[in-house]
């Protein structure tokens, strides 16, 4: 190898920016390494926890500091994409703890569980860094690959075997329809860097150029789970493993959106009404479809993608008008409070699952409030703040995303936006109405062992969640 | 932050924390006796910074103000919270919290006979009121003051409905509670009326004449829900079924002066509208004569001495209303004094005889020596005998009068002085001097708890008077007692008032115009009023409300929930469960949205 080159990529500026990444990568590889070894089988959480760990430090480190670009400017860290890792860590940190032993079958591949689960989390960093459709891509197979496995995990059962190989085939079929975007944009433009992009972006006008945007939007859609993008979302989260279902619905959506935010610029402005379309439908679909379900899991899913409908009006708002700005913030800020709080309500259902031995349903959740008080405060909590009320980050969240649209004079969107959020409320506060003023499920079986460390971490996600509600100003001050 | 500052911080913190203790720890409370150790440790710690404040000061000094944001948007701070120390706010937190203490030593006492679990929520009660009161007394504007406001009303409504198994003192609570809510409407409105107008919750804003007007006229309207001026002061003589330590604290000495706290802090901006002194003025006299005359005939001790305080915050109101902050304040102090020393005296004596009733008591004397020189002394006091703080502070309001509106309040309030002195005479011949009845020969003297605050605060409803001057000084007034014709007339008045009451009472006599007054006060017109209002228009309205909410509102409701149940199964139909399906899907997606940047 020519050394001016290996010097120009092995520089310090580089190792710092692909510090969060680089740790989870050397983790994965000590994780397989280890798995050659078992008599070293008990240093495998340490591995995994230290991985993270180190990963999270080295997202601080860049966390205030300025944009730092790396591999010729197709990767970067700067503030932004420090908090995004920071998220990611969280979220694969949180469905980890709520992993421990839900597998019983499976439990002698659990090696193999934390090695897929944190090459996903490293894919997740690479997403939310990238600068370049390719790395882009690179980063989006990382994380694709190993979730397609974890959600056949549990290869005894059905449901999750379907569910890994609906969302294979699916996932293959968007991952096919993002590289034909990006083939039809290097077309149009001759480049595949965002930075070139924003130096052509009279080429970005021809029907070439737009339509590969299209299609790269579709399959970013389809990663955040967008109408009509979203309908292998109930199937999938449904089926997956409840772990799994955690890491997807706060990870993937988020390591998406991260990329979709720097893109964004791309699109042409007349697309903003478009957007704001289609999240507004999306919220339609997602709060409707929720509204008659009678799983959790799946109704959990539905609500993720009104969510994501949610968040996508900020994106809208952006396009609008690109100098009002906040739409990063508002957007980073929703997802943070929504990985807590799906993150703590998928976890709780994850324990409810492996304490009962059975999926859980609405009406399984009957009088939970009498039996296990903590549980049903954490998940009120929860589900409270998935329905934006007031005291909770959900609740900040939704009304920094809905001030973006209106700064950006969509007023009649956020409106309907808004009441579009009260039709959430009608499944949400079922669920509380059935924790706290329905009389107990009797043959619901008293749980055998106690989870320690679930329930910290469930009571971590609350406090995060409060915090955010509560005393956001520190965050909104430092998130950009 | 300075330390005036950092002290009234502790002033308004300590009970706060014994509160949150108290709340916190359940175990604790129902103990019983840790909850009262708890209280009272933080009133003493909050009467020690309040005096460690008030001397620290010395008069004339500026206002020391220490705040931080609480409501902001964007930039703007809309709102602040903290701690104004001034004159005015320095020396009603030593009176609050010096009542306080002394109420709650005496309840120690008074409420021995409670269940444990009683005793302690009843001093957490307690604590959450010095708490409000105090957040209520350093507020550096009027948003704050009303937080502290609706606190106190909230401690007010606990503490009358203590005995909530009781019918009457549950009723009396939601009573007290309706009342001074119809008034806080004002207080709430007036606030947001002073913001749109001005900007800003201060009470040094300058807003235009006629804002100004309407703003003071609904601040008047809860001040006259507070401190029971005619016609909201209904909920007052109910209040009495509180236990007697709570009236002398909050319906008397404290609470039921917030009101006029509120006037003489506000005070700039009562200034700005003559209308509303003239409206105070009125109302004002006219409560401190219709009280004074229903105090005449009231058989239970405890309601002397409510019609009494309706009356007297009466005289205040009356004084604020003639302009003189200085004046209502100044009675404010003494009365707080002379009054929590009446209420926890005849305190002292329902315990002994285990009755409210003046027919069950009598010929006292003898057998609570201390009891009845400590309330001959409120009698003297609150009657206007020449050298008692209360005859200083109400000739100072008479001598304000004087010539104002034609006469007729200065008047009325003249009369209302003899017709004090008069019924205060009544209740201490009646309950210490003739024979005694069957209850009162067993009666005797309780312990140094109940002898004790009694003693303290005989002190300064003898004396504090003669302070008036400094007081003046300390907040900025000026103040010279000076011996015209309306001291001489008042306080001949009030020693004829006193005679009569002995001549007249004395003898087991009745005056002629009793059976009206009793008339009048048994037909309870001004409670019937309300009771018609409420019950025809209240009832009414809310009657068609509650049609319109059910059928109309609700209708709605049902029929948007099934739509929406129904658009939420309907979207369940493209949800076939086959990847072609989902994929198909994905595909026209891919393809509408290509399709739409092609063609725009």
Redesign the interface.
């Known amino acids: 190898m020519n050394p001016d080159i290996a010097q120009r990529i092995l520089s310090q500026a580089t190792l710092d920016a692909s510090g969060p990444f680089l740790a989870l990568a050397l983790g994965v590889l000590v994780l397989v390494f280890l798995e050659l070894l078992p008599a070293l089988a008990a240093l495998r959480q340490i591995v995994f926890l230290g991985s993270l760990a180190a990963a999270a430090w080295a997202a601080t480190r860049t966390l205030f500091g300025p944009e730092i670009a790396a591999f010729e400017g197709t990767y970067v860290a700067n503030s932004t994409t420090s908090w995004w890792a920071l998220l990611f860590v969280a979220s694969a940190l949180i469905a980890w703890i709520f992993g421990r032993r839900y597998y019983r079958d499976e439990a002698r591949f659990e090696g193999e569980h934390d090695i897929l689960l944190l090459t996903a989390a490293s894919g997740m960093v690479l997403m939310a860094g990238s600068r370049d459709l390719l790395v882009f891509f690179v980063g989006l197979e990382t994380l694709s690959v190993p979730l397609y496995a974890l959600s056949g995990f549990r290869r005894a059962r059905r449901e999750s075997v379907e569910a890994g190989l609906k969302y294979f085939v699916l996932g293959a079929f968007a991952a096919a329809i993002y590289l034909m975007g990006a083939a039809l944009l290097y077309a149009g433009t001759g480049t595949i860097a965002l930075a070139g992009f924003q130096e052509r972006s009279e080429l970005l006008e021809t029907p070439l150029a737009l339509t590969g945007l299209a299609l790269i939007a579709a399959s970013l859609f389809f990663k955040i789970s967008v109408f009509p993008f979203h309908l292998w979302v109930p199937d999938v989260y449904q089926g997956a493993p409840s772990p799994v279902t955690t890491f997807m619905a706060t990870g993937t959506k988020a390591a998406a959106f991260a990329f979709l935010l720097p893109l964004s610029f791309a699109l042409p402005p007349e697309s903003a009404g478009l957007v704001a379309a289609i999240a507004l439908i999306t919220m339609a679909a997602g709060n409707l479809g929720a509204l008659v379900q009678t799983d959790m899991k799946r109704l959990l899913a539905y609500s993720g993608v009104a969510h994501a409908g949610t968040m996508l009006l900020a994106l809208a708002g952006m396009h609008a008008d690109p100098e009002s700005g906040g739409a990063s913030q508002a957007v980073l800020f929703y997802m943070a409070a929504y990985t807590f709080t799906a993150g703590g309500a998928f976890g709780l259902l994850t324990m409810l699952e492996t304490q009962g031995g059975r999926p859980v349903t609405i009406d399984g959740l009957r009088g939970l409030a009498r039996q296990r008080p903590g549980v049903a405060a954490a998940l009120a909590l929860f589900m409270l703040s998935l329905g934006g009320i007031p005291a909770t980050g959900g609740f900040l969240g939704k009304y920094l995303v809905f001030s973006v649209a209106v700064r950006a004079d969509m007023i009649a969107a956020a409106v309907v936006g808004v009441l579009i959020s009260v039709v959430a409320l009608g499944y949400y506060l079922r669920i509380i109405v059935a924790m706290y003023m329905q009389p107990e499920d009797a043959t619901r079986p008293v749980p055998a062992e106690s989870r320690p460390l679930s329930s910290a971490m469930a009571l971590a996600c609350a406090a995060m969640v409060l915090v955010l509600g509560v005393l956001p100003g520190w965050f909104l001050a430092n998130v950009r | 932050m300075t330390t005036p500052a950092l002290l009234a911080v502790i002033a308004v913190c300590a009970p706060a924390a014994a509160a949150l203790l108290l709340v916190l720890a359940p175990a604790l409370r129902r103990q019983g006796a840790p909850a009262a150790v708890a209280c009272i440790a933080a009133s003493l710690a909050s009467l020690g910074a309040a005096l460690a404040l008030a001397l620290g000061r010395s008069p004339g000094e500026p206002a020391v103000r220490h705040v931080v944001p609480w409501l902001q948007a964007g930039s703007r701070t809309i709102a602040e919270v903290g701690v104004h120390v001034d004159g005015i706010s320095a020396a009603m937190l030593v009176v609050v919290t010096l009542v306080a203490l002394c109420v709650q030593v005496f309840s120690v006492a008074y409420m021995r006979g409670e269940a444990r679990r009683g005793f302690g929520r009843y001093f957490a009660y307690h604590a959450l009121f010095l708490f409000s009161m105090n957040l209520l007394v350093v507020a550096p504007n009027l948003l704050q003051l009303f937080v502290g406001w609706e606190l106190v009303g909230l401690a007010s409504y606990l503490l009358i409905g203590f005995y909530f198994a009781k019918p009457s003192a549950a009723r009396a609570a939601v009573k007290a509670f309706w009342m001074t809510k119809l008034a806080d409407m004002g207080i709430l409105v007036g606030l947001v009326v002073l913001f749109v107008s001005t900007g800003s919750f201060e009470w040094t804003a300058t807003p235009e004449p006629a804002v100004a007007t309407a703003v003071t006229l609904l601040l008047f309207l809860g001040v006259m829900g507070k401190s029971a001026q005619f016609p909201l002061h209904v909920w007052l003589p109910d209040a009495m079924e509180g236990p007697t330590p709570v009236s002398a604290l909050l319906h008397a000495a404290t609470m039921v002066a917030a009101g006029v706290f509120l006037v003489v802090r506000a005070h700039p901006l009562f200034e700005l509208a003559p209308t509303t002194g003239d409206v105070m003025l009125w109302v004002g006299a006219v409560t401190a004569a219709f009280a004074a005359g229903l105090a005449l005939v009231q058989t239970d001790i405890k309601k002397v001495l409510a019609y009494s305080t309706c009356s007297q915050l009466g005289y205040m109101v009356a004084a604020l209303g003639a302009g003189s902050a200085f004046a209502g304040f100044f009675h404010l102090g003494t009365h707080a004094c002379f009054k929590a020393l009446l209420f926890l005296a005849a305190g002292s004596v329902i315990h002994a005889v285990h009755s409210n009733e003046l027919a069950e008591m009598g010929g006292l004397r003898r057998r609570m020596p201390l009891t009845a020189v400590a309330f001959g002394i409120g009698v003297l006091s609150l009657a206007g005998v020449p050298g008692l703080a209360g005859f200083f502070s109400k000739d100072l309001i008479l001598t304000e009068l004087e010539g104002r509106a034609g006469w007729v309040p200065w008047a009325l309030l003249l009369l209302t002085a003899f017709a004090t002195a008069f019924y205060m005479g009544r209740v201490f011949v009646l309950a210490f001097l003739g024979a005694p009845s069957a209850r009162a020969g067993h009666a005797h003297e309780a312990g140094l708890a109940m002898t004790g605050p009694l003693i303290v605060l005989a002190v300064p409803s003898a004396v504090a008077g003669f302070f008036g001057g400094g007081l003046a000084a300390y907040v900025g007034a000026s103040y010279e007692p000076h011996f015209g014709l309306t001291p001489l007339l008042a306080s001949t008045l009030a020693l004829a008032g006193i005679v009569a009451a002995v001549l007249v009472y004395g003898r087991g006599r009745e005056v002629a115009f009793a059976d009206a007054l009793r008339r009048l006060d048994r037909a309870g017109a001004v409670d019937r009023a309300w009771k018609l209002l409420y019950s025809s228009a209240l009832l009414w309205l809310s009657g068609v409300l509650g049609w319109f909410d059910r059928y109309v509102i609700d209708g709605l409701m049902n029929a948007t929930?099934f739509a929406?149940?129904e658009?939420?199964?309907?979207?369940?139909v493209?949800?076939t469960?086959r990847?072609r399906?989902?994929?198909l899907?994905?595909v026209?997606?891919?393809i509408l949205?290509?399709l739409?940047?092609?063609l725009?």
């Open positions: 929930g929406t149940l658009a939420g199964s309907a979207v369940r493209v949800q469960g990847v399906d989902y994929a899907a994905v026209a997606g891919a949205l290509s739409w940047g092609v725009s």
